[in-house]
């Protein structure tokens, strides 16, 4: 996966829109969020757990009226990382025991998903 160590969680409805596997795109972030910046992608409802991981492109930029956005490239992890898995971590347990919309990593989970999405292709130059 490269040495980047993700940095923010990003939650996505399962029945919400599809990120596009290698395809850059503007999704919401963080006001911090920087080109180089990390993120999992947790899928909420049905079969929930880490399912890829977002390397941000481009640094955040107000939204008209709301939130930020960058553009980053999604890349899927299979087989998901799932919630019961997770929770059953010390270091990602309180992570995602409560998890809404998006949010920043300690930096302890954020080593522990790197270590377990080790296998994951680096991301683009």
Not at 93 to 103: D, G, I, K, N, Y
């Amino acid at each position: 996966m490269g040495a980047a160590v993700p940095e923010l969680v990003l939650v996505r409805r399962a029945d919400g829109d599809e990120l596009v596997p290698g395809v850059p795109q503007t999704m919401c972030c963080l006001r911090s969020t920087a080109r180089g910046t990390r993120a999992v992608v947790y899928r909420s409802g049905r079969d929930q757990g880490v399912v890829g991981v977002v390397d941000f492109v481009s640094d955040a930029v107000p939204q008209v009226g709301r939130g930020w956005e960058a553009v980053g490239v999604f890349r899927p992890v299979e087989p998901h990382l799932p919630r019961s898995g997770l929770l059953d971590d010390p270091d990602l347990a309180l992570v995602f025991a409560h998890l809404q919309s998006r949010r920043r990593l300690p930096g302890a989970a954020g080593r522990r998903l790197l270590a377990l999405l080790a296998d994951l292709p680096a991301p683009p130059a």
